[in-house]
């Protein structure tokens, strides 16, 4: 991979950020890359706009599986708790979305793996890039398994919030809600709407099994084999 150069003050106008767009006049911070056969990539300083792994490598198929596990990285990013359960329902169908789709990219690529394996046993039996190709592709399609284990538990936690808003909005259809009723408290598990027994009494929905799938979800997105 390429190294990852800084510089605190530039001389000459560098363009614009290569993620963000943002101006690099003369005199700004900037870092950049240079790969073999490939033009210099500059980006500014921004947090945001670092370098990744998909940005280093020279390899299609690498780059494709680490752009894969940054994909879900960014929306796990924009998931926060701190909101209406409406909008934590939102955001975390994005990331059920976002991890279903790198899966699917995830198992192209451990085929073509598979498929370089064989066409290189093909002609050259008994190479031992052989066995390194597939040892990719293994890790890449056991990475893809427990991304959709995680996600089949992210949905099945989802399902159960999306009753429990369609119990409230029913609820408050049907009566008349306390003047707090839309207020979002905090609980053990996070911070949560408001549902109302006939008693009045609070019920808030618990988001502990949501907050763990989307926990191992982001272990995982640290955890690439290749």
Known sequence: MPRI?????????????????DPLPAGSAYRWIKKAYSYKQVRCMKVSCMFRNSDLTSSDKLQRVYAA??????????????????????????IASAV???????????????????????????????????EKAYGIESWRDEFETAK???????EELETYISQVEAYREEHDPPEDADVI???????????????????????ASIETAIETIR?????CPI
């Open 5 to 21: 150069n800084y510089v605190k003050k530039c001389r000459v106008d560098q363009g614009s950020c290569g993620r963000c767009g």
């Open 69 to 94: 596990g940054e994909y879900i990285e960014d929306a796990l990013e924009r998931f926060v708790l701190e909101v209406h359960v409406s909008e934590i329902l939102e955001n975390g169908r994005e």
């Open 100 to 134: 279903e789709e790198s899966m699917s990219e995830l198992e192209d690529v451990a085929m073509e793996y598979e498929e370089s394996a064989d066409n290189l046993e093909e002609y050259f039996s008994g190479s031992y890039q052989i066995d390194e190709i597939r």
């Open 152 to 158: 089949d538990d992210l949905e099945s936690a989802l």
């Open 185 to 207: 408290v905090t609980t053990v598990e996070g911070l949560t709407d408001l549902m109302f027994d006939e008693e009045g009494n609070i019920e808030p929905f618990d988001t």
């Open 219 to 223: 272990d995982q997105t640290g955890s």
